[in-house]
């Protein structure tokens, strides 16, 4: 397929990395906002910059110098901000480590830390409690020196370290360069315009470097910032006003069986002032990203006149494609950036160039992990399966891996099946089982402990009505108790780790294909055969 490139507008490039770096913000009508002791406290952005700097003079003192990299560890906070500004202002490294997957001890050589920032741990060499940063803040005597601490990054510096949340295995290190950042945050500015009167609410974790970005907008573009952790975004919402929230499907389909159960069917303009009161009564537009979000989530969002644009990216290429004002078409994850291209290769997947790549490698990984993604023309193989419509929208079908490849041969793309499923009320999430097998199984993730297994039964044979013979879903296992991230079976984005499922409910999986060997006739697209996980005996 030929190269598809986005033709929207493009404003001028602004080098954001460095105007923070060398500059300070002199904005004192913004202010990010976050909870601190119990408290909603409020910074201006000129506060904020000011501590900042403080902290990398104390950075500094302490002999941390540009290129060194400073790991921080710990969950969203005020502290983690100041960290990242001020390793900008240092012109270092940070690398950011997802709380609960990393152990202190292990990354300060593993990853040639010359500094590691991490929640309630004693000080010992290069590690800090991060809670020590406050009091660097405040310090005013470092207001004295305001030379900057180093002359600027060039665009192929590195700034930041990501990792990857894969499902299993050691996360992948990926360095990211200076000019990719500016790019990818540039090009979503000229989209979504964002300035005076907005509000960003930032809940996803700060170890995401893309999340940290609407901190450097902040500050670039001149607009407020709410700072929360997932379990108080909506607390926080309704206390700070946000303009713009952005969070993973997850989180949008909670809020939509939330105000579903709470206010039951409701019309359009009901439903949307619902969902404006969940969320502070001020939102312009939402954002969604990170996992594919469900055709019954999108339009619960979208018909009530509350914007939920869905794009499509990753680590290793950031934001490919997204929807917004300009251009917008439900189900689609938008046109591809100005700054991106894209191809399929013959099998079908996406590949990626960028203008100005995150890298052209991981630098922590197993050998041969880099050639799997990273491709010798400096593209990204994505290993989705997707394709572009006559207009330009990119639509994603799912991955290689969720492709399931039946006994007889046939392949099932398990996406379309799974949103499907999920449409029950009763589906909190769902995976599907059956490579070499020959018929489907779904294991089904309950949203409430009083599932009915009946219902589900019905819905999967509503379902069966309208897929080929090899996609009938013809048995489900329901599980006992949710995925979720600490039962180790969706990742930080909410994402199901397939393969972890499959292993967790193997020996129920095999009880179900055994059964059909001796019993056949109680497997049928028209009466599926349910095995409810959480009784003692499967229910028919």
Known sequence: MSEMRSQAPRGPDVDLVNAIALRGCDDERHVIRFRQDGVVRAWTLAELDRKAARVARRLHALGLRPRDRVGVLSRNRIEFVLLDLAVLKLGAVTAGFEAGRF??????????????????????????DIAEVQAWAECVEADAAERPLHA?????DVLAIKFTSGSTGAPKGLEATVASVNSSINEVQAMFGHG????????????????????????????????????????????????VVMGVPGFY??????LSQRHGDADSAARGAQIQAALGGRVRYLWTGSAPASRTVLEFFNHAGV?????????EACIVAKNHPG?????????VLPNKSIRFDQDGVLIVASRHPVNCRYTWCD???????????????????????????????????????MASGRNVLARPLEEGLRRHPDVHECVLYGTGKPFITAILSPALAGADAEALRRHIRALNEDVFQEARILAALIVDEPFSIENGLLTSQFKPKRKMIHQRYMAQLDDIYARHARTPEAFSADAAYVRDGRAPQPSF
């Open 196 to 243: 005076d009167g907005d509000n960003l609410l930032v809940f996803l974790r700060l170890a995401l470097l893309q999340q940290r970005y609407w901190i450097y907008s902040a500050l670039a573009f001149g607009h407020d910032l709410t700072l929360s952790d997932l379990d108080q975004a909506l607390d926080m919402a309704k206390a700070c006003q946000p303009t």
């Open 103 to 128: 152990e202190p001890a292990r990354i300060v050589d593993l990853y040639g830390l010359k500094a590691l920032f991490a929640e309630g741990v004693d000080r010992s060499g290069a590690v800090f």
């Open 367 to 405: 050998p041969g992990v880099s050639e799997k993604s990273f491709l010798p023309s400096a593209e990204v193989k994505t290993w989705d399966l997707g394709h572009v419509d006559e207009d330009g929208f990119l639509y994603i079908h799912g991955r290689v891996d969720d492709v399931l490849t």
């Open 253 to 258: 389909e909670a809020l939509r069986a939330s």
């Open 327 to 335: 251009a917008f078409r439900l189900g689609s994850v938008g046109k």
């Open 307 to 315: 914007p939920l644009y869905e794009g499509y990216g990753s680590n």
């Open 152 to 156: 600027g990054y060039d665009p192929a």
